[in-house]
């Protein structure tokens, strides 16, 4: 249902763009977004967007990552830029999602994403 790509090894200050795009019997999908998770610590939201395009960001990427989404294509992006060491981690996508069948929103994630910043 969501397929995430991007994601890899950079150098600090370098830039990565992630992608998390949505599929099958959709009829609706209201806020998409990244949590990331660094080993030996909690899970924690990164960015989101809404159905309109509202954003919400964690302080810690605030000025550096940007997430868009394009919404004819039921997918999101995560540019992130000016990474440093402590941006490494799994990065997961979600999307709330209606499908045809189901109207409720259920949250559903993609598989999660590398991304390694070497000092």
């Known amino acids: 249902q969501l397929q995430a790509s991007g994601g890899g090894l950079v150098r600090a200050g370098g830039s990565l763009r992630l992608s998390c795009a949505a599929s099958g019997s959709i009829f609706s999908i209201n806020d998409m977004g990244w949590y990331r998770q660094a080993p030996g610590k909690q899970r924690e939201l990164v960015a989101a967007?809404?159905?309109?395009?509202?954003?919400n960001y964690a302080d810690s990427v605030k000025g550096r990552f940007t997430i868009s989404r394009d919404n004819a294509k039921n997918t999101a992006y995560l540019q992130m830029n000016s990474l440093k060491p402590e941006d490494t981690a799994v990065y997961y996508c979600?999307?709330?999602?209606?499908?045809?069948?189901?109207?409720?929103?259920?949250?559903?994630w993609g598989q999660g994403t590398q991304v390694t910043v070497s000092s």
């Open positions: 979600y999307a709330e999602i209606g499908t045809i069948v189901e109207r409720a929103p259920y949250v559903y």
């Open positions: 967007i809404t159905s309109g395009g509202s954003t």
